[in-house]
């Protein structure tokens, strides 16, 4: 197909069509709009160009994959996650210090000054901290920041109320930051 001709049709659109229709082209459409983004991202955290191509066909075949499974309602920034999941995730798998990218929708921190934004956060230090949390707690996080069920889905699937799944997640994000910025600061102390 020749992507000029589907300039007009906009993201939701085509992942509509392609849901709709199973037809692979639709999606094909809307991954190349978005190639040079991915490369980008790939860029950013794996620092290597190879690495950062192949990330990008392992993130193709990743949505092609799972893209049925989640209601997207922003194609673009959807897409933007999986591709930092999959770089942060490589970047695990070689048991290298990840930086924790501060933004509002990270479960870990948000920006402030106790937490300094070059921080490296290690796997091990983030599970400990998640097995540190209520069971509650724990799995409604996990659920919504790492496997990005919506509360719906995470009421439904843990027969917590809605309200309940809010606050889990609330409350747990916030204690998930307040026992990572304790135990840097135990593990700064033990340093030096």
């Known amino acids: 197909m020749n992507n000029g001709r589907y300039d007009h049709i906009d993201d939701q659109e085509l992942l509509r069509r392609y849901l709709q229709e199973h037809d692979s082209s ?15 991202v790939c860029m950013k955290y794996l620092k290597d160009e190879t690495q950062a191509q192949d990330a990008v066909q ?3 075949l990743k949505v092609i994959q799972e893209v049925h499974k989640y ?10 996650t999986v591709a930092k999941n999959h770089c942060l995730t490589m970047l695990r ?7 924790v990218e501060l ?7 948000a920006r402030d000054e106790e937490v300094p934004e ?3 956060i290690s796997p091990e230090l983030l599970k400990d901290a998640l097995d540190a949390l209520s069971v509650e707690q724990r ?15 995470i009421s439904a699937s843990e027969g917590y109320s809605l309200l309940q799944v809010k606050s889990y997640i609330q409350n747990g994000k916030r204690n998930l930051k307040l026992l990572i910025q304790k135990m840097l600061k135990k593990a700064k102390n033990e340093n030096g």
């Open 58 to 60: 392992q993130v193709f």
């Open 26 to 40: 639709w999606l094909g459409i809307l991954l190349e709009r978005y190639t040079l983004l991915l490369f980008g």
């Open 118 to 120: 070059q921080e490296a």
């Open 103 to 109: 933004t509002a929708d990270n479960p870990v921190a």
């Open 71 to 80: 209601r997207i309602d922003y194609f673009k920034s959807w897409l933007y």
């Open 93 to 99: 798998d070689k048991k290298r210090m990840v930086p």
């Open 139 to 153: 799995q409604s996080v996990i659920l919504f920041y790492l496997e990005k069920k919506s509360y719906q889905e």
